[in-house]
């Protein structure tokens, strides 16, 4: 660890300088505010925790990949976490509008009931559009079954 400072200060003005032998890292902020991080360790265990990383020295290429692959298992998660929760929130929302068209209908406010059921239908789509398999072969034909045929919507959503 003291091989690698030495060699950078010969080459770069440091106006800070960290080091935290527990975790085996080194932190350097260069007077230019370049800040240099360098780890140690095993690369059985490198993992990319961030977007924007870089390897820069690796022959083996060992250490680019499993930052890779442990980066591509990081965001594959992370949609999955966001369709679960654009499921629960429609699930907590939609059953509202539902609610409220069959309300307007009894008391025979269909204009309100149209754009109750508007809001659901907009629910559904939005969870479809996110990539939820909700329906099976038969997606778009059973949404546009759903769409009201009003004189004054003029568009339409296209689902491939």
């Avoid at 240099?36 to 020295?57: C, P, S």
């Avoid at 754009?115 to 907009?122: N, P, Y």
């Avoid at 996110?130 to 959503?157: C, F, Q």
Wanted: net charge positive; charged share 25%.
């Amino acid at each position: 660890m003291e091989y690698v400072r030495s060699q950078l200060s010969k080459h770069l003005n440091f106006i800070y300088f960290s080091q935290i032998p527990q975790k085996r890292l080194q932190v350097y902020l260069t007077d230019n505010y370049l800040e240099i991080d360098i780890g140690y360790g095993a690369y059985t265990g490198a993992a990319a925790i961030r977007k924007h990383w870089k390897v820069l020295f690796d022959k083996s290429g060992t250490v680019d990949k499993a930052m890779r692959a442990s980066w591509e298992k990081k965001e594959a998660a992370s949609k999955t976490n966001e369709l679960n929760k654009k499921l629960a929130e429609c699930s907590d929302s939609v059953w509202h509008n539902l609610m409220l068209a069959a309300v307007a209908i009894k008391r025979r406010q269909y204009w309100r009931a149209y754009t109750e059921l508007d809001l659901a239908r907009k629910w559904l789509i939005e969870c479809f559009a996110a990539g939820t398999p909700l329906m099976p072969v038969r997606t778009e034909k059973w949404i546009n079954s759903l769409k009201l045929n009003w004189p004054s919507s003029k568009k339409r959503l296209l689902l491939i």
